[in-house]
């Protein structure tokens, strides 16, 4: 039996501008992730460590984060023996003349590491564990992470290592590094270790286990769940996963119906009943707004923010009708008979003493004037 964990997409110095004032925190989660990754690999003793790409986010890190990340490195080299950990380049670390993978920061006791390109493969020292990889150089176009890795008969398991892109048909957009299915059931590996979507996933194909780890800590707004890393166990009856969550940071949305919270007070109060300081929350308010509805979106934001990691609000929602007809969409002819049109049908249901009715054609007149002047509409 063969236990490794299998990580990728740290994207150790990384962040972004949608985490706003929070970007130095939102790095220091990174790191954080990273350390606990290690801590795991120490804990269970597994007999190596696999970084399927992505460990820096970009191809020369800065000295803090490089010092950092060796530190961490360094942490399964000092154990007795070693826990070998074998590092594949990624697309934001990729290969290049200077790469950072070819400093002597990286020449540690276990420490393999494809830092020339061209598949290549090492072995962890008793021999059992045979690993495989083609790292990315820039301006690879059409590059296959799995092209010439083949398995080694005389090891006792076989893993890949591949940073790229399933081609799933209709959902994967044109990529410089691509994985097809048929790659995946023809590598004969016990395991492909993938990396550069950062949700956990399967994407196993013709009895070939191959998983993405995602990343152990949120990198990006429109992730779900929390990070983590893949406890990999090959054995002669297969290959299984278990997942160790290492991320703190969670993402969710929620969508409000003016409808349903009618003022300001009421959304706030819903926004935060979700306070979490290790959540990043997207509100949306849409749907038809009730007459007198008014939301202040930025001071609401400014408010509640302190009680997230990240928090956005967007008001997408529709006018009242006194509000709509303001922008003079009514003086627009198409519009204009359409608003009249409506406006018969409200008189007619108000004869009728139909208020159901009357409620009906009240709100489809306030969401044509909201259409006619070119908001977007979301049902």
Not at 74 to 92: D, K, M, N, S
Not at 94 to 116: I, K, M, N, T
Not at 310 to 329: F, H, M
Request: aromatic content about 6%.
């Amino acid at each position: 039996m063969i236990r490794l964990l299998h990580l990728a997409d740290v994207h150790l110095g990384g962040s972004g501008p949608a985490f706003g004032k929070r970007v130095r925190d939102h790095q220091r989660k990174l790191q954080e992730a990273f350390a606990r990754c290690i801590d795991v690999a120490l804990r269970e003793r597994v007999d190596a460590v696999c970084i399927a790409g992505d460990l820096f986010d970009a191809r020369r890190p800065s000295e803090r984060v490089l010092q950092f990340c060796v530190q961490q490195l360094r942490r399964l080299a000092e154990v007795a023996p070693p826990i070998e950990c074998f590092l594949l380049p990624g697309t934001h670390d990729c290969l290049d003349a200077q790469s950072v993978y070819r400093r002597p920061e990286f020449r540690l006791p276990g420490l393999h590491v494809w830092a020339e390109s061209g598949p290549a493969t090492f072995r962890t020292a008793d021999g059992r564990l045979a690993v495989h990889g083609n790292p990315q150089g820039v301006g690879r176009s059409q590059y296959h992470p799995l092209a010439g890795l083949r398995p080694d008969p005389t090891a006792a398991a076989n893993v890949a290592v591949a940073h790229g892109s399933v081609a799933l048909q209709g959902i994967t957009d044109e990529d410089s590094a691509i994985i097809a299915p048929e790659e995946i059931a023809a590598s004969g590996m016990d395991y492909v270790a993938l990396g550069h979507w950062h949700d956990l996933s399967d994407y196993s194909y013709g009895g070939v286990k191959a998983a993405y780890s995602g990343s152990p800590e949120v990198v990006l707004v429109t992730q779900r769940g929390s990070g983590g890393a893949n406890l990999v166990t090959i054995s002669e009856t297969g290959t299984t996963l278990e997942r160790v969550t290492t991320g703190t940071l969670r993402c969710d949305a929620l969508e409000l119906s003016p409808e349903t919270y009618p003022d300001e007070a009421a959304i706030a109060e819903a926004v935060r009943l979700q306070a979490h300081p290790d959540l990043i929350l997207e509100v949306k308010v849409s749907g038809m707004a009730p007459e007198g509805f008014t939301l202040d979106v930025a001071r609401l934001q400014e408010e509640l923010a302190p009680s997230f990691f990240r928090l956005r609000i967007t008001d997408e929602s529709v006018p009242p009708l006194s509000e709509a007809q303001k922008s003079g969409v009514a003086q627009q002819l198409i519009a204009a008979r359409a608003i009249s049109a409506f406006q018969e049908r409200i008189n007619q249901a108000r004869q009728a003493q139909d208020p159901e009715a009357e409620r009906i054609a009240t709100r489809a007149l306030q969401l044509s004037v909201a259409l006619f002047a070119g908001k977007e509409v979301l049902r």
